[in-house]
């Protein structure tokens, strides 16, 4: 059974482990605009990232938390080759490594962090872990699905934001780049202009897609919320009514 962590103790896990390493590199939280993951990864956890040609079955397995026993399947010198990686391996698949993969390539070590992490101090995480994108048009089979929803790999996901975006680290940035202390949403999901921008300035600082930190703002609580009724009065979306026909 795999214990499932509280958002709380997930999130004060994550956080400790962020100023002890900020400690460790001699820097101030109050300096710090992103976090060095893949620096997390090597400096303070002792990991090595490998990047392979990952050929499994599943094409969506792009990353791997060694544990020494599981093998992986990798491209190499023209041959499909099953690799045992020494434990403390993060294996990520090549495609990470272009420019245009940089959040993500952040997140999925990360998660493979997480997974790290998990494996030490919640019961049922010690197994090697694939790190699996979700491809909403294949059809799964039900194991498929068990393995590609259960826990440890949420959690995983979970700790990822968590290790990229600490409490600390969100409060500073909405103040420096929105000048309040809580992020604005109208409704459910709307947001105006300015703060659009705003979110889009936040993300790239962090160095996380904006999707990824809006439900980073929403799990720690930072989401100002604003009747729908205003968004429409600020936006203007009704009009005057004037020189309206209806017919």
Do not use: W
């Amino acid at each position: 059974m795999v214990e499932k962590l509280e958002d709380n103790r997930l999130n004060e896990l994550s956080e400790t482990i962020i100023l002890d390493y900020l400690k460790f590199k001699n820097l101030k939280p109050e300096s710090v605009v992103c976090i060095d993951i893949e620096g997390l990864a090597k400096e303070y956890f002792g990991f090595e990232i490998r990047y392979e040609s990952i050929c499994e079955d599943d094409l969506g397995k792009v990353g791997f938390s060694a544990n020494g026993i599981k093998p992986l399947r990798v491209h190499r010198n023209g041959k499909v080759q099953s690799v045992v990686f020494p434990a403390d391996t993060i294996v990520m698949d090549k495609y990470f490594k272009r420019a245009e993969h940089y959040s993500s390539r952040r997140f999925n070590i990360g998660h493979e962090i997480g997974h790290k992490i998990l494996s030490k101090v919640a019961p049922g995480h010690s197994q090697g872990n694939y790190m699996t994108i979700f491809d909403k048009e294949r059809e799964y089979s039900f194991d498929e699905l068990k393995e590609i929803m259960k826990i440890s790999e949420t959690q995983a996901n979970q700790m990822s934001a968590a290790l990229q975006m600490p409490m600390f680290l969100l409060r500073n940035t909405i103040r420096r780049i929105c000048k309040a202390e809580l992020f604005p949403v109208y409704g459910d999901y709307q947001m105006l202009p300015d703060d659009s921008a705003n979110l889009k300035r936040m993300a790239d600082d962090l160095g996380v897609a904006p999707t990824t930190l809006l439900i980073r703002l929403r799990v720690c609580k930072l989401i100002e919320h604003h009747d729908i009724d205003e968004y429409f009065e600020l936006i203007n979306l009704r009009g005057s009514g004037e020189n309206v026909c209806y017919c």
